[in-house]
């Protein structure tokens, strides 16, 4: 009998430990429990307690849409969910429930609109542009670093108000708080960063309070929800909350489309040659990256789903990562398909928790490629890109490529 691969071997794959998610073996994990067990009690592990896992897109969507029984108060990351709870639930939107999550949302949701984000995505094209030159003229250049790291948190940063000399070293904290450049990073560094944001803004946000200008930390510190201005402690994690929010998705997914585009130059082809429309490719790019993997819930009433019982309390996570390569849901979803349509991907979620700043993510990718795209006729890999090591992210911390200029498209 021939050995079993760790795809069927579900007790080989440990989901709490960042190094399992860059085995190229993942994708055969995430299939085997799509088929097979597609409701799944990952088991519990030295220590972290054990948890439900939802791979097949319909489960995971109905997650999102069924906020009652799938609360977020106690987190929405494996992370903070297997320590027994997020310090910020209840206080941060991310991890808030109705109604006070609905009154915030409605009170930020002003500020993430197309028409008051139009100033914002100008300077996100600019600075794409000036990112973009600087590389094609370096020739070669490590994408990541030089490129994608910089494009969305530069946009947050401008959005929230923070000072431009600031950008670099929140960038370095918030890769630090969510993932990591090596498989060695120890809690007590992911505390360390996560500390010294939430210590920035809340000098930041008090002199903001006494001094407001045309910013998000201003509408914040300014806003009244339910009748009353949010507390010290909700203005400054809300801060930190969407300087996390804003930095990760379109930083990763922009790094993921151009390794992609280094090893399938057709792809490329035809968004250079105008074949395939660029909101398409940028839903494709979504769907095929997938920067964040999961997100976390909690079951506030006995549940049952494909008929296993799951029990008030449990830990229910649900990984995007596998809804979006659902083959029930995608055509060929092991295709990039920058011509993909309907493209129902859950990169940004679904429902009461749809990332506010989607609009403005998509804005980000799509400048980025845009810019590529009228300056650069091939991209070609200089080496194997450097993973980032998270139960939560996926993609590169570095992808160093050779940008090789032309007439563009």
């Not at 639930?89 to 009170?107: E, F, Q």
Request: aromatic content about 8%; hydrophobic content about 40%.
């Amino acid at each position: 009998m021939p050995p079993r691969t760790v795809a069927e071997d579900l007790a080989q794959v440990n989901l709490t430990d960042p190094a399992t998610f860059v085995q190229p073996a993942m994708e055969d994990v995430w299939r085997h429990l799509r088929e097979d067990h597609p409701v799944y009690l990952h088991p519990a592990t030295e220590t972290t307690p054990e948890f439900w896992v939802l791979t097949r897109y319909d489960d995971v969507l109905s997650v999102y849409k069924d906020p009652e029984r799938f609360v977020s108060r106690r987190g929405n990351m494996l992370t903070s969910l297997m320590k027994g709870g997020d310090p910020g639930g209840g206080k941060m939107l991310a991890v808030m429930d109705a109604p006070r999550h609905t009154a915030l949302r409605t009170t930020l949701l002003k500020s993430f609109s197309p028409r008051a984000l139009q100033h914002v995505v100008d300077k996100v094209r600019v600075r794409a542009d000036e990112r973009v030159a600087a590389a094609v003229e370096a020739g070669t250049c490590d994408f990541a670093a030089e490129v994608a790291d910089h494009i969305p948190m530069g946009t947050i940063c401008d959005l929230l108000g923070v000072p431009p000399s600031d950008h670099a070293e929140l960038l370095r904290l918030s890769k630090q708080a969510l993932s990591s450049d090596d498989a060695g990073q120890s809690e007590d560094d992911v505390w360390l960063a996560r500390s010294e944001i939430l210590l920035y803004f809340a000098e930041l946000a008090a002199f903001r309070r006494s001094v407001p200008k045309e910013d998000l930390i201003s509408t914040l510190a300014t806003a009244h929800v339910d009748g009353a201005p949010l507390t010290e402690e909700e203005l400054v994690l809300n801060c930190y909350g969407l300087i996390l929010a804003g930095d990760e998705t379109s930083r990763l997914a922009a790094t993921g489309a151009v390794r992609h585009f280094s090893q399938n130059p057709d792809a490329w082809d035809a968004l250079r040659t105008g074949r395939v429309p660029l909101p398409a490719a940028v839903e494709e790019i979504l769907r095929w990256t997938t920067p964040a993997m999961h997100l976390g819930r909690t079951a506030a009433t006995d549940v049952e789903i494909r008929g296993r019982a799951i029990a008030a309390g449990d830990t229910v996570t649900a990984w995007n990562v596998s809804a979006n390569r659902d083959e029930t849901v995608f055509t060929d979803p092991y295709v990039f398909d920058p011509a993909r349509t309907p493209n129902r991907h859950l990169t940004f979620g679904y429902g009461p928790h749809f990332c506010l700043g989607a609009y403005l993510g998509r804005a980000e990718i799509a400048a980025v490629v845009d810019a590529l795209l009228r300056t650069v006729d091939t991209i070609e890999a200089q080496s194997e890109p450097e993973p980032v090591y998270s139960t939560f992210l996926r993609g590169y911390s570095s992808l160093t490529v050779r940008l090789r200029p032309g007439g563009g498209a």
